[in-house]
């Protein structure tokens, strides 16, 4: 084994957040996808619709409630004056400035009538309707609308009426009246889209306050408040979350609670013959040993000294109460240096580089020392462990550690499981602490990097 100290620059890489937010993956999985929205495109949009259509219901009626009015209005005229007709044949026609009648002569009625309507078409007896517009339907100069019908009297000849309706004898307060319950029609479909859309903001707003009452309430529970009476959050449907959430997390936070205690309990029954046999170790280290049982007990030694960082590192992830680690002054460089070489043992008899890139004039942190030691000795014993062949690299920045080992030799570094227990306790101390932890995995080894935020 040989050992290679250089001194190089590094630059410090902008770590990602040590655990991604819940709402961040749910955005990651469905875009920008809400229910709320979702819903709110669909009143809106079928408001959108209904609207349209009611308004444009309303103008058709409107315009058809005033020619079927008229409609009538001839048809009654026509009818009575066929009556009196069959009664006495020399009755005079009635006749104003709207009501136009001829009988069996439509050549006598007045030319504009005739170039609007043929003979042909008014001798079927249909009602027959004319909007003349000349300037255009949004201008009343010379607008007229005539309605015509025939009937045939009791002798055999043809009636003939037109009404005819001229906007020029409207005075002007009459048609803007006219126009005033025209734009009615559109001035209630605007309310009725105005309404629908006040509706949905008012629906989304109480919606959101909700479901972000019940997000909040979701992501702050914790073992020290699972006994806290649950919130009521208005909808049945919402509480009928809140009630699976609750009793998944209760059933999890059981689970947890029975991992916990088979850790602490089973680590505080390995302290005692871990402790047993290290005092043992020493005695026998005072007492003095032959060369031949010299190897065999540095073999004990070194296991009993693993299983006691085990422990320690059990015990303390499987403490239930979050107490703060203690803040102490750490120097980073000998701190490392000095687990290196309390773990070198694992390469011995192992043709395996060391090299160490440190930057130079690393400063001294305040970091919690506990958790930081058991966190590098289980990345440092892993490499050592599982490199047969080949080099250990390590980069230390100010706030940072990378470990990196190239196996050449036939061993695990490929493997998924090529890093084990050690892996699994130290993300789980990091995700405790905040810290970011990074595995990269390759075809001749790992690399593991440990960031840890410095203030």
């Known amino acids: 084994m040989s050992l290679n100290s250089t001194a190089s620059s590094s630059t410090n890489p902008s770590g990602k957040s040590a655990t991604s937010g819940l709402s961040d993956k749910v955005c990651r999985r469905t875009g920008k996808r809400t229910l709320r929205r979702e819903l709110s495109f669909y009143i809106i949009g079928l408001t959108l619709v209904s609207a349209f259509f009611y308004t444009m219901l309303l103008k058709f009626y409107y315009e058809r409630g005033f020619a079927e009015t008229t409609h009538i209005t001839l048809r009654v005229e026509l009818q009575e004056f066929a009556k009196q007709y069959a009664l006495d044949p020399s009755t005079p026609l009635p006749h104003s400035q709207v009501l136009h009648m001829r009988i069996d002569d439509w050549h006598t009625m007045p030319t504009f009538f005739q170039q609007q309507i043929s003979k042909e078409e008014i001798d079927t007896g249909e009602v027959i309707d004319v909007d003349w517009s000349p300037n255009g339907h949004h201008e009343w100069e010379g607008v007229r609308f005539l309605v015509g019908q025939s009937v045939l009297l009791n002798d055999g000849k043809r009636l003939y009426g037109i009404i005819d309706h001229k906007a020029d004898l409207l005075t002007d307060i009459e048609k803007d009246e006219f ?44 073992m020290e408040n699972l006994k806290q009476d649950i919130p009521d959050f208005r909808y049945q449907e919402l509480n009928r979350i809140s009630d699976q959430l609750y009793a998944a997390f209760d059933r999890i936070s059981g689970l947890l609670a029975r991992e916990h205690r088979f850790l602490r309990n089973a680590s505080h029954e390995l302290r005692t013959p871990i402790a047993v046999i290290r005092a043992n170790m020493e005695l026998l280290e005072k007492i003095g040993y032959s060369g031949m049982i010299e190897r065999p007990l540095e073999r004990i030694q070194r296991a009993n000294k693993g299983m006691q960082q085990l422990t320690e590192t059990l015990l303390w992830i499987s403490r239930e109460n979050e107490v703060v680690p203690k803040v102490e002054t750490v120097h980073p460089e000998p701190l490392v240096q000095e687990i290196i070489e309390d773990l070198s043992y694992l390469l ?11 930057t130079e004039a690393l400063q001294e942190v305040e970091l919690p020392v506990t958790p930081l030691r058991i966190v590098l000795n289980n990345l440092i014993r892993n490499a050592f462990q599982h490199t047969q062949e080949g080099l250990v690299r390590f980069t230390l920045t100010p706030d940072s550690l990378e470990i990196e080992n190239q196996d050449n030799g036939l061993s695990h570094g490929d493997s998924e499981d090529s890093f084990g227990l050690g892996l699994m306790l130290v993300e789980q101390i990091c995700e405790r602490m905040d810290w970011v932890l990074e595995i990269k995995r390759r075809a001749d080894g790992v690399t593991a990097k440990l960031t840890i935020p410095v203030a």
Do not use: H, Y
């Not at 011995?348 to 160490?356: A, G, H, M, T």
């Open 179 to 222: 126009d005033r319950l025209f734009r009615k029609i559109f001035i209630v479909g605007g309310v009725f889209i105005s309404l629908m859309v006040c509706t949905v903001w008012l629906f989304n707003r109480r919606m959101q306050r909700n479901t972000r009452a019940l997000s909040a309430w979701a992501e702050s529970l914790s």
């Open 348 to 358: 011995s008899d192992k043709p395996v580089e060391l090299q160490l890139n440190f």
